[in-house]
C-alpha cells in the first residue's frame, strides 16, 4: 500500500461522483459482497490463504459489520489505500492482526497474519525467517511491557521506530494498481 508515503490531497465532487459510477457499476446492489471483492481483485478460488486475506481485508472495511460494503465503506477504504496516512495505516494493520477484536494482539494473531502473507510472497525477498521467528522477533522489539500481548500504541510506536519492523507489520493489499487503473483521476 506504500505506506510511506501520505497523500493528504482531499477527493473532489468529480472524483466522489467516478467512484459512484464505478461502484454502481461493479456493484448493481448498492452493496459490494464478499464474492464480489474477490472478483474485483482476481482472487483465485484455489488460493485459501489469498482468500482468507482478502476475506480479513473486506471485514477490516465492513465497519458495520452487514457482510457487504456500501458506498461510504467503499470510499473509505479508497481512501485509506490511497490517501490515508501512516498512523491511520497502521491502525487499520492492527486492526486486521486483531482476530478478536480485543484491541491487543497475541503471539498467535500475529503469527497467522505473518503465516498468509508469507505464504502468498509478500514478505520482502531477504527474510530469510520462519514465520514463528518474525513473530518473535517482532514481540521482541514492539511489547515494550513485556506482556506477551501489543497494544495499538506499542504497535504504531514499533513500527515507526524499526524499519524492520515496519515491513513486517504493515500489510499490502496491492489494491493500488488496481484502483488506479479503475479510477485514473484519483492520483
Not at 13 to 30: D, N, R, T, V, W
Not at 127 to 142: A, G, H, K, L
Request: with cysteine.
Amino acid at each position: 500500500m506504500g505506506q510511506e508515503e501520505s497523500h493528504n490531497e482531499e477527493m473532489d465532487l468529480a472524483q466522489i461522483q467516478e467512484l459512484c459510477i464505478l461502484f454502481m457499476k461493479e456493484c448493481p446492489s448498492g452493496a459490494l459482497h464478499l464474492h464480489e471483492f474477490k472478483r474485483i481483485f482476481k482472487v483465485p478460488s484455489s488460493s485459501a490463504e489469498e482468500s482468507l486475506y482478502m476475506e480479513t481485508i473486506f471485514r477490516s472495511f465492513d465497519t458495520n459489520q452487514d457482510n457487504a460494503l456500501d458506498f461510504i465503506e467503499y470510499v473509505a477504504a479508497l481512501h485509506l489505500i490511497l490517501r490515508g496516512n501512516l498512523e491511520d495505516r497502521l491502525k487499520w494493520s492492527f486492526k486486521m492482526y486483531d482476530k478478536d477484536g480485543n484491541g491487543r494482539l497475541d503471539r498467535k494473531e500475529v503469527k497467522s497474519i505473518i503465516r498468509i502473507i508469507s505464504k502468498l510472497n509478500l514478505l520482502s525477498n531477504d527474510v530469510n525467517m520462519s514465520p514463528s521467528e518474525i513473530c518473535d522477533r517482532i514481540f521482541d522489539q514492539v511489547d515494550q511491557n513485556k506482556d506477551g500481548q501489543i497494544s495499538l500504541s506499542e504497535f504504531i510506536e514499533g513500527a515507526q521506530q524499526d524499519e524492520w519492523v515496519m515491513q513486517m507489520l504493515k500489510l499490502d493489499v496491492n489494491a493500488s494498481s488496481w484502483v488506479i487503473q479503475n479510477c485514473g483521476k484519483l492520483t
